[in-house]
């Protein structure tokens, strides 16, 4: 019972490997803003020693954009990549946290007990899931579970700008059999989950001009162009009635549901009235003749994500400003290609802009959506691997968000990839108060154990 | 020749005048943000010391908000009442000032010698060559140009609150035979004017509240309401192709142009396409069956002066805000109700949120738009002063601004009031680089000299 002496040193070894999260949680490592761009470097570093401690041949290794940290280590026939990113969102707006979101706290909940921090679940958490089942194996055996290579990036939540070339400029070295990614959820509060589909991600910037220097309503109201007038106007028509999105050609490549992957979704029982009820809301909002899950899924998405222009402050000012500013992202399904939607969605913006108008565009990446393939037979492995630690069946699923690395390892590297991780959908990732269950780190260290031993 | 001896040292003293004014622009008083309230009592405090200097009985009175100045002095048959505004707008954006707003400078340009500051046309400025003509006459006559009471109001760009109950409470103190307001311009950079026609003003913020919290557009997008989408939509729909505006009984009360006004505006020949040309614009953007100057004078408007929600920092956050905001502003012309627009916008915003959102108001102050009756013979007389300055016929035009204070002379204490200003279009009030053109301090200094020689 080899795996159980793991598993019980992995039981025993909480309450450190929970000091260790907390360390690296309290590095704020956002990467979309160039003001912590050392924190970032602080935190890959952190990392390398930690698998150096570990055993692995590890070191951060220089990009144009934040560190990526590399290591090996370990022996086997069978050669496993685990991906994880320890870059994290901003905290904006940072008066709704309870408290600081870079001093991590363990918390008592109605709901157990938590690790709250930025961070917590996307992705510090998940990743030293798979970093704390190495070292109970380690401890144990006196080496790692099989030939390992680690690959943690520190710019997913930015874009991932530096992550093609490193992999292009790098593949011999990161490619292995099979790609292990942890940045993904459990289906329920207690189903193991294998993320198969993905969404895809487009997203711009937009800036409408219109006058050379702001004006005063009073003086030029009535006459002068309003930009923000302008912006809404355009963003207010990118949706229809029925919860359509308008820009033409923008559902090219959607494609329909395969009836097998339909009727195991239905199975799942998803209930949207709890999923919208836990954050105040009741009612799905996007296209009308869809189901709420295919909208989370497997529907393509029209959002705005930022908006400002004019005064924003107490009070009023009777201005009508020089610009307005808009972020817009698209969630992209089946074969929807990117370079289409951002060239469509320009021109259609374009197209509406007033005679004194124009508009001026910052692209923020872009990916396609990805499908993987189940036929590795890693993927039966690993379900039976996580449906003996949770003691629920694990359930083949899709994921709204974007993570363009599961892609880009078939791509790029030929390998297939799998997404196993074990976020609630109530973790608050990327809004204030994230947090990340105790259960689940818990949990997800000892599925890992499990998965390990099984594939490797 | 009594005139022209005021009128010699008006010319003789300009450098110290400008130097007081100066020491004025100094003072950052800020009326809508609750950080410079120390900083309108300062102002208020500094025209205190200038009145008394002149022989006032001066003294800042407080209110709940800022305090208001009032000073009386000199004896006549007539007595006249001046209303100036010691409160500035806000500064942001601060990054398109070329220099610091409160650090004011005398600049030569193109056109001529400026005073560059935050309030330097609008309104300290303005008030200062009322004051100025005071100071001249008292130097050569010893005693003030007729029976004057100054009256200062330090809440002017932040809705007045306080104004309405001051004028009731002190109605006996300030009623007088006319009040004279200095917060208008000129009509041309040539041309002096008499503002009889003032839009009213209506200031609504609102906040669109969806979930509970910030969500993740990846996990949620597509489900869940998005409130700067509902925003967008909404707003986007408040005016037509046509650029009429959509909100029903918006257009109630407005008024019709007299032919003879309509004649009148067209003999003054404006050049729109000079006047959007000079701010970088060409085309008219308002309702497209109305000329420009009606457009800017004599039609009502609504107008977006500000927008915010998400996320609006570098870089790129995929967040499905929990809230979105905008600060909206209607001017209304003729006998629009501002109660019934204000009632009315609310309404029609309501009809149109969809379920699980809801709207938190704000009211940013109303005032009715206000014609002066030119029947009172002091309008004949004070042109006739203005023309003898400029040496060009005096115009009785529009504003598109609002200044309630006009109308409020007339319905708490029964006066006449007559706007007579030397601003010019291209002072940039209510935005960055606001600027005073020193010929017009100088000619309005002069201007004030000519009509209180005649009318006191």
Redesign the interface.
């Given at each position: 019972m080899t795996l159980d002496a793991v598993l019980a040193r992995i039981d025993t070894d909480l309450p450190a490997s929970l000091d260790r999260l907390m360390q690296l949680l309290r590095i704020p490592s956002i990467s979309?803003?160039?003001a912590f761009k050392a924190d970032c470097a602080t935190a890959a570093d952190w990392l390398v020693e930690d698998l150096k401690s570990l055993g692995f041949d590890a070191s951060a290794r220089t990009t144009p954009g934040h560190p990526m940290v590399v290591g090996h280590g370990g022996t086997g026939d069978k050669h496993l990549l685990f991906y994880g990113h320890y870059d994290v969102?901003?905290v904006?707006?940072l008066n709704?946290w309870d408290r600081d979101p870079f001093d991590p706290e363990i918390q008592d909940t109605p709901k157990g007990r938590v690790i709250r921090a930025r961070g917590a679940a996307d992705d510090k958490g998940q990743l030293m899931t798979f970093l704390e089942a190495c070292r109970a194996w380690k401890a144990v055996y006196g080496s790692l579970p099989g030939k390992l290579t680690i690959f943690l990036e520190g710019e997913e939540?930015?874009?991932s700008p530096s992550l093609i070339p490193f992999m292009q400029a790098n593949a011999a070295e990161l490619r292995a059999d099979i790609a292990l990614i942890c940045d993904t959820g459990l289906f329920d509060d207690k189903t193991p989950a294998i993320t198969t589909m993905l969404?895809g991600?487009v997203?711009e910037?937009m800036t409408i001009h219109?006058?050379?220097?702001?004006?005063?309503?009073?003086?030029?109201?009535?006459?002068?162009?309003?930009p923000?007038?302008v912006?809404?106007?355009?963003?207010?028509?990118?949706?229809d009635a029925r919860g359509h999105i308008t820009i033409p050609h923008f559902y090219d490549g959607v494609t329909e549901l395969p009836d097998a992957i339909r009727a195991q979704w239905q199975s799942l029982s998803f209930d949207?009235a709890q999923?919208?009820g836990d954050?105040?809301?009741?009612?799905?909002?996007?296209?009308q003749d869809r189901t709420?899950l295919e909208?989370?899924w497997s529907?393509?998405?029209a959002?705005?994500?930022?908006?400002?222009?004019?005064?924003?402050?107490?009070?009023?000012?009777?201005?009508?400003?020089a610009q307005?500013?808009?972020?817009v992202?698209f969630?992209l399904v089946g074969d929807q290609d990117p370079a289409a939607i951002s060239a469509n969605f320009r021109t259609w913006v374009e197209a509406q802009l007033?005679?004194?108008c124009s508009v001026e565009w910052k692209a923020?990446?872009n990916s396609p959506a990805g499908v993987m393939s189940i036929d590795n037979p890693a993927f039966e492995v690993a379900r039976q691997a996580l449906t003996d630690e949770w003691q629920v069946p694990a359930a083949y699923i899709g994921?709204?968000?974007?993570i363009p690395i599961a892609g880009y390892f078939k791509t790029y590297l030929g390998m297939d990839a799998m997404l196993i991780g074990f976020g609630r959908?109530d973790d608050?990732?990327?809004?204030?108060?994230e947090k990340y269950d105790l259960e689940c780190f818990h949990k997800g260290i000892r599925s890992w154990a499990r998965v390990l031993a099984k594939l490797s």
């Open positions: 979309t803003d160039p969102q901003p904006d707006p709704l939540e930015s874009g969404r991600l997203g910037e219109a006058a050379n220097k702001d004006l005063h309503s009073g003086s030029y109201g009535g006459a002068a162009a309003n923000i007038r912006l809404a106007k355009i963003l207010g028509n990118m949706t949207h999923f919208l954050v105040g809301l009741s009612i799905p909002q996007g296209e709420p909208m989370l529907r393509p998405t959002e705005i994500n930022g908006i400002w222009g004019g005064y924003t402050g107490d009070g009023f000012k009777t201005v009508l400003p307005a500013h808009a972020k992202s969630r007033p005679g004194d923020h990446g994921c709204g968000g974007s959908d608050q990732i990327h809004s204030p108060n």
